[in-house]
């Protein structure tokens, strides 16, 4: 028996309509939200790597001034020889040329934060990302060398100064001290351990370049991102 009763179908069709549309807008704007969450998150680690990049590049300014001048006392050591004189330019040379060791630690704590939380692909630029491994990369590099260089200081450098050298007098004191053995200033075994140092140094120099070249580089991809963003 039919039912006598007709179907809405029209009424039923739009119904249906305004429950589908309404469900795809709310899908929409959830992940417009979500975007523009993320969007918000993403900048904010952008300035926050930018302070860390020139407040590295500024420290490493300054270690690479240092270590410049370190190579030349250890050149200038180079030129002595077991009759030179002790002076206070002498204790320089020897205080901060051969027992200094002075390391570079770029202050990068907003990549690190990224990198820990699993939010590096926050970042929307691929170029960047791939910026920033590299980044992450020449950092552990020079943490390697560096560490070979403290370990070399500390092995083959540092007993021999122990031995021939009064530390009270050049490290603590650091008044003019006219007891030191300088006859082993001509030693090859002196010579040939400036030398060596002045090698390390120069490993540790070309690491160095290879953080600088690549913080430059993340950091103008940085400003570039952000010019974008206040542009929009």
Wanted: proline content about 2%; aromatic content about 6%.
């Amino acid at each position: 028996m039919n039912d006598p009763q007709e179907i809405p179908w029209k009424r039923i069709l739009v119904e249906a309509t305004a429950i589908v549309a309404s469900i795809l807008l709310a899908f929409a704007i959830d992940a417009w939200w979500q975007d523009r969450t993320e969007r918000i998150v993403e900048v904010q680690y952008l300035h926050a790597l930018r302070e860390d990049l020139l407040s590295s590049l500024e420290l490493l300014d300054d270690a690479e001034a240092s270590q410049r001048r370190q190579v030349e006392y250890l050149e200038s050591l180079l030129l002595t020889n077991g009759d030179t004189p002790y002076s206070d330019e002498l204790r320089l040379w020897i205080d901060d040329g051969l027992f200094n060791v002075g390391t570079y630690q770029p202050q990068i704590s907003a990549l690190h934060d990224l990198e820990s939380s699993g939010q590096t692909q926050i970042i929307q630029n691929q170029d960047l990302r791939r910026v920033l491994a590299s980044v992450r990369q020449k950092m552990n590099d020079l943490e390697i060398v560096q560490r070979d260089f403290q370990l070399s200081q500390q092995m083959l450098i540092d007993p021999f100064l122990v031995d021939h050298f009064n530390l009270s007098n050049l490290m603590l004191d650091r008044a003019a001290n006219s007891e030191t053995n300088l006859a082993v200033l001509g030693t090859s075994d002196f010579q040939s351990r400036v030398a060596f140092k002045i090698s390390l140094r120069g490993e540790v120099s070309q690491s160095q370049h290879e953080v600088r070249v690549a913080f430059t580089e993340a950091l103008e991809l940085i400003e570039a991102e952000l010019e974008t963003t206040n542009g929009s």
